[in-house]
């Protein structure tokens, strides 16, 4: 059974950096893309960014860009959120997120059909 499982999250200071892991099992092909998403309270889902995970090339949303890296290790099936310079604003659940095939935007959380279970990320002093 294919699954996602994240970790990491937890409480941090304005400023500060957060490393949140994604590991996958049970998947008979490995994901082209692989996503991460979060969600604040009364907010919708909002794409953070995505890796390739042929070529390992990443994308951002501007809100993150400059501050979030995303990376993987290939031979672990593991996808990585290294969050870094922190903002109360960054408060959310964090997913990450995979898809079997092409299912729409991979901008949206309708193009991914495998999700985790979420992680707390909260940015306070």
């Known amino acids: 059974l294919a699954r996602l499982v994240e970790s990491g999250g937890g409480p941090v200071q304005p400023g500060g950096s957060l490393r949140l892991t994604c590991a996958a099992s049970?998947?008979?092909?490995?994901?082209?893309?692989m996503a991460w998403f979060r969600q604040a309270p009364g907010k919708e889902r909002e794409w953070v960014g995505y890796?390739?995970?042929?070529?390992?090339?990443?994308l951002y949303a501007d809100s993150v860009k400059g501050r979030f890296t995303i990376s993987q290790d290939i031979a672990k099936n593991t996808v990585y959120l290294q969050m870094d310079s922190l903002k109360p604003e960054d408060t959310a659940i964090y997913y990450c997120?995979?898809?079997?095939?092409?299912?729409?935007?991979?901008?949206?959380?309708?193009?991914?059909?495998?999700w985790g279970q979420g992680t707390q990320v909260t940015v306070s002093s």
């Open positions: 997120a995979a898809r079997s095939r092409f299912i729409d935007s991979l901008y949206s959380a309708s193009g991914y059909d495998y």
């Open positions: 049970g998947f008979t092909y490995s994901s082209d893309f």
């Open positions: 890796i390739d995970t042929k070529f390992g090339n990443t």
